[in-house]
């Protein structure tokens, strides 16, 4: 079972099992080499899932 992980792409929250999330990151990663600082804004602020 993959951990969830909690982020926010421009004020939107997203819930993320763990490989969606690297695979998320990989993208995030390729477009801030294409486009330089205006995707570096895109990068998602992670946060670690609360237990429930």
């Known amino acids: 079972m993959n951990n969830i992980k909690k982020c926010s792409i421009s004020g939107v929250a997203f819930s993320l099992d763990e490989e969606a999330y690297k695979?998320?990151?990989?993208?995030?990663?390729?477009l801030r080499e294409s486009y330089g600082e205006t995707a570096a804004r895109l990068s998602?602020?992670?946060?670690?899932?609360?237990?429930?």
């Open 23 to 30: 695979t998320l990151e990989a993208y995030l990663e390729s």
């Open 44 to 52: 998602p602020t992670s946060r670690p899932a609360s237990p429930n």
